[in-house]
């Protein structure tokens, strides 16, 4: 079969079913990757980490500074997402997410070989830290390449429900870390999980990225880019004109995102994990049960947004998922602390209900938000942007309001705060499902992004 991009049709989709498809499977599997490692680390924040590299901090302050490595790594998520823009709106989708992939893989692997504290002193968090920031940059360029790869070349009716492949690429990520760790708790319980076992899962990472760059390798160029470069119309210097242009979009984008972000990352981030294991008392295998548990469900629902998107709109979709969110976060805490490993999975499979509303439709919208020739840029930076006001540094804040309160029923306000911002950021942008995609279409594109602007036209 040939390489060469197939048509595309009028709204900016190729026409084959198996290169669809082809797409689809490959988005998934790489992001699937990319957050198995990306949470295996998160995880291992909240269980090991403290312990092995920051010990002498004393174990409160040592908690906080464990997860503050896994916030830092989103400090240098937008420099990612600037890089990946940048060679995304001019070089291509395909070779940013086969680099990035490449990166978050050896960054991973290097963590499960680091020596801890006890051994190499101060360097041992350093390093760690140091590998945590290459995950940051890789994470900040993965999201928006595979968003894209899968949303540009989906037919136009169903964008939504390609949209949503990468997104559950991250539940499934959540489900193969939580598994993994699991496993090997039970292989290695006690002291011995502590010496050897939470490095395997790391060093794991090597043959998934392998098999990773086996698959993407093999996928075609999104087929709008394909246009774009086949016009010679790559803008030269996208990330200005991005802000130059669509600096309010790249905020309100970013606030969609802020929300659900916040909240996720109480689980993604360790924090639940810290929580029921050294507040409640719970065995550490129960719980990394629950959050595997929970990984399934917000699956289920990213997948089911994904889908009902197309039909009732994203925005519509956001807005039902953010009221359920808020009730979601509302309820963590009072039922977390019944003390159950019961209750603690019932919470946290409530919290996925609103998570999963509030994920499976944002590939699609913000495919659809942002104009061709800025496009890889807009949804990368906006997904930076909001990662860092949202899941950056929530696991910390929760342990520091814990640590200032005494009470977690208090981190509750905060995370209901967090989805309140989120549901503004929605309100105040245009459901623009169906809108054209191509770079012929970009007058059209730059119309109608705002509520108080006119709607674009539709192509039907």
Not at 8 to 16: Q, V
Request: aromatic share 12%; charged share 10%.
């Amino acid at each position: 079969m040939s390489n060469a991009p197939q048509p595309l049709t009028p709204t900016g989709t190729i026409s084959s079913t198996r290169d669809r498809r082809r797409v689809a499977f490959a988005t998934v599997a790489g992001t699937t990757i990319e957050w198995y490692d990306y949470f295996t680390y998160a995880a291992c924040a909240g269980l090991v980490f403290g312990a092995l590299f920051f010990e002498p901090a004393g174990d409160s302050i040592a908690t906080i500074l464990a997860f503050g490595s896994v916030g830092i790594s989103f400090l240098f998520r937008p420099l990612g997402a600037f890089l990946a823009g940048h060679f995304g709106d001019k070089f291509g989708r395909k070779p940013v997410l086969v680099a990035t992939l490449l990166l978050m893989g050896g960054a991973t692997a290097l963590i499960g070989l680091l020596p801890t504290y006890a051994v190499a002193g101060v360097w041992a968090p350093i390093l760690l830290i140091l590998l945590r920031i290459l995950q940051g940059v890789s994470a900040g360029g993965e999201w928006g390449g595979a968003v894209l790869m899968a949303v540009e070349h989906a037919p136009v009716k169903r964008r939504g429900f390609f949209g949503a492949m990468p997104q559950i690429g991250v539940p499934i990520g959540l489900l193969l870390s939580s598994g993994m760790l699991q496993i090997m708790n039970m292989l290695f319980p006690g002291d011995a999980f502590l010496g050897w076992g939470w490095r395997i899962p790391f060093l794991f990472s090597i043959v998934l990225i392998a098999v990773g760059y086996w698959i993407r390798h093999g996928v075609e160029e999104s087929p709008v880019f394909a246009e774009i470069a086949e016009r010679k119309h790559q803008t030269k210097a996208p990330v200005v004109k991005l802000f130059a242009r669509y600096t309010p979009l790249v905020i309100l984008a970013a606030l969609v995102f802020a929300g659900n972000n916040a909240i996720g990352y109480m689980t993604t981030g360790g924090y639940i994990q810290n929580y029921g294991t050294t507040e409640l008392g719970l065995d550490r295998g129960p719980v990394l049960a629950a959050v595997t548990w929970s990984a399934v469900s917000w699956l289920v629902f990213t997948l089911f947004a994904g889908i009902i998107c197309d039909y009732i709109g994203r925005r519509t979709t956001y807005v039902i998922g953010y009221v359920l969110l808020g009730i979601g976060a509302a309820a963590l805490f009072p039922v977390v602390n019944i003390g159950e490993i019961w209750a603690l999975t019932l919470a946290l499979l409530m919290l996925t209900v609103g998570l999963g509303l509030t994920y499976g439709p944002q590939s699609a919208w913000y495919t659809e938000l942002f104009p061709s020739s800025v496009r890889f840029s807009g949804v990368s930076i906006s997904y930076a942007i909001g990662a860092i006001i949202g899941g950056a540094f929530s696991p910390t804040i929760a342990a520091w309001i814990l640590e200032a309160t005494g009470s977690a029923s208090s981190i509750s306000f905060y995370l209901v705060g967090m989805a309140a911002i989120g549901l503004v950021g929605t309100l105040l942008l245009r459901d623009r499902k169906g809108i054209n995609l191509r770079p012929t279409a970009e007058e059209e594109q730059r119309r109608g992004i705002y509520v108080w602007q006119r709607p674009a036209e539709r192509v039907r």
